[in-house]
T-cell receptor, first 116, second 115 residues
Framework: KQEVTQIPAALSVPEGENLVLNCSFT??????LQWFRQDPGKGLTSLLL?????REQTSGRLNASLDKSSGRSTLYIAASQPGDSATYLC???????????????FGKGTKLTVNP | SAVISQKPSRDICQRGTSLTIQCQVD?????MFWYRQQPGQSLTLIAT?????????ESGFVIDKFPISRPNLTFSTLTVSNMSPEDSSIYLC????????????FGAGTRLSVL
C-alpha cells in the first residue's frame, strides 16, 4: 500500500530564507508526483507536477525534485515571502481507484509560516 | 485549468442530520472525485462520480453514508448522511484537467462541523 510522508509537519522561517520541504513515498511505482498549496478556505492549488521520468520541475521561486528510486521528492522555495505561508501537500499518482482511474495518495502536509 | 465552485463553503450541523454539498465545474469532465480531509489527516478519496452510472466508492466508504449524484458532465453532489461528530471534516470536489490529464484540480472545499 502506497504511503506518503511529509517532513517536517510544520516549519517557521524568517522572510527571505531559502527552505526545503520533504516528501517520501513507499512504493516507487508512480506515474507522477504533484505538489499542492492549501490555503484556508481556498482549496488546493497545483504548484508543480513531475512525471515519473523527470528529475525536476521549476516554476518561479519553486523547484521540485524527484528521486523515484529512493522514493523522495523535495520542494525548494527560494527567498521565502510571507505570502508563501500555507500548507504544502505532496501527492503521488499511483495505483488505481475503485473506479479504474489513477489514484492520488496524499501526505499530511507541511504547514509553512514565513514571518515578516 | 478547471474552475470548480463548491457550496456551501462551511456549515455547522446537528448530529443525525444530513448535508448535501454541491460541486460545479466550468467544463465538461468525465470523472469527478470527492475527497475528505479529517483534522490533521491527509486527503482521502471517498468516491468517483461518473455521469450516467453509479458512483464507485473506495474501501471504507459506503453509498448509504455518502450518496452521490452526477446528473450531467459539469455537476455533482455529495450527501453526508446521519452525521456524527466524526464526520467533521473538509470535503473537497476534484477533477482531472481536460487537456492536462495528469493535473488534479480542487474546489475550495466545504468545512463541516457536526455538533
Amino acid at each position: 500500500k502506497q504511503e506518503v510522508t511529509q517532513i517536517p509537519a510544520a516549519l517557521s522561517v524568517p522572510e527571505g530564507e531559502n527552505l526545503v520541504l520533504n516528501c517520501s513515498f513507499t512504493d516507487s511505482a508512480i506515474y507522477n508526483l504533484q505538489w499542492f498549496r492549501q490555503d484556508p478556505g481556498k482549496g488546493l492549488t497545483s504548484l508543480l507536477l513531475i512525471q515519473s521520468s523527470q528529475r525536476e520541475q521549476t516554476s518561479g521561486r519553486l523547484n521540485a525534485s524527484l528521486d523515484k528510486s529512493s522514493g523522495r521528492s523535495t520542494l525548494y522555495i527560494a527567498a521565502s515571502q510571507p505570502g508563501d505561508s500555507a500548507t504544502y501537500l505532496c501527492a503521488v499518482r499511483a495505483g488505481r481507484t475503485q473506479g479504474g482511474s489513477e489514484k492520488l495518495v496524499f501526505g499530511k502536509g507541511t504547514k509553512l509560516t514565513v514571518n515578516p | 485549468s478547471a474552475v470548480i465552485s463548491q457550496k456551501p463553503s462551511r456549515d455547522i450541523c446537528q448530529r443525525g442530520t444530513s448535508l448535501t454539498i454541491q460541486c460545479q465545474v466550468d467544463s465538461q469532465v468525465t470523472m469527478m472525485f470527492w475527497y475528505r480531509q479529517q483534522p490533521g489527516q491527509s486527503l482521502t478519496l471517498i468516491a468517483t462520480a461518473n455521469q450516467g452510472s453509479e458512483a464507485t466508492y473506495e474501501s471504507g466508504f459506503v453509498i448509504d453514508k455518502f450518496p452521490i449524484s452526477r446528473p450531467n458532465l459539469t455537476f455533482s453532489t455529495l450527501t453526508v448522511s446521519n452525521m456524527s461528530p466524526e464526520d467533521s471534516s473538509i470535503y473537497l470536489c476534484s477533477v482531472t484537467g481536460v487537456l492536462a490529464k495528469n493535473i488534479q484540480y480542487f474546489g475550495a472545499g466545504t468545512r463541516l462541523s457536526v455538533l
